[in-house]
């Protein structure tokens, strides 16, 4: 397991991680696994490029750590992550057995590790892991609230564009006025001549041929 002394070198690594994420889209979260001073799993969010609601940073950092020590249980490993964890990463971590868990930002909406629940470490469970938060907390919380707030800006840009765009298709009514006086005008246009009744022809009396 690494020192603390290293702990700040790997959660840059994880970092690193995080912009390549927001540089793909995401939201800027990332995340390694370190054990016996070698990075052994790194993981970023691919939510969006995977279509995969679970693909987070840390569960992506932990599919490859298995893989690497052929093995779903990390013991003696280090997980280190920009932002506090979920309820899901958190009971992956404690499923992997993972020996000690460094964050950096706390998560005021979703964080598990006592921000809003208290998944990890909670003592009914038989695993506990050895949490050191905030580190790097300030410079992590600004990458997330630049990215968002960029996000929101986008989005209230696109919708002002679209609400432009439906306005120019959109045809521009006729004053009241102008509307009655086309109605008034078809109206007469619709009346026509009483039709003109013809008077029969008087019939020639017959004593005028005697």
Not at 128 to 133: A, G, H, L, Q, S
Request: glycine content about 4%; charged content about 25%.
């Amino acid at each position: 397991m690494p020192s603390s002394e290293n702990d700040e070198i790997y959660l840059r690594q994880a970092l690193a991680e995080a912009n390549d994420a927001e540089a793909n889209g995401e939201v800027p979260v990332g995340a390694i696994v370190v054990h016996g001073d070698k990075i052994i799993g790194r993981g970023q969010n691919r939510v969006l490029r995977d279509s995969d609601p679970t693909a987070h940073a840390e569960i992506v950092a932990l599919r490859e750590a298995g893989l690497a020590l052929k093995n779903y249980r990390l013991e003696d490993c280090t997980l280190y992550v920009t932002l506090e964890p979920c309820a899901m990463c958190a009971g992956a971590i404690l499923h992997a057995r993972i020996a000690r868990l460094v964050y950096a930002a706390p998560d005021p909406k979703a964080g598990a590790c006592g921000s809003v629940l208290s998944v990890m470490n909670h003592p009914q469970l038989n695993h506990k892991v050895e949490v050191t938060p905030n580190l790097l907390a300030e410079e992590c919380s600004t990458l997330l609230t630049t990215f968002f707030r960029k996000r929101r800006q986008e989005k209230s840009q696109a919708r002002i564009l679209q609400n432009d765009a439906a306005t120019e298709k959109t045809p521009e009514k006729a004053p009241r006025e102008t509307l009655i006086a086309s109605k008034k005008k078809k109206a007469t246009k619709k009346v026509t001549k009483p039709a003109t009744k013809k008077t029969p022809a008087k019939k020639k009396s017959l004593a005028s041929h005697l």
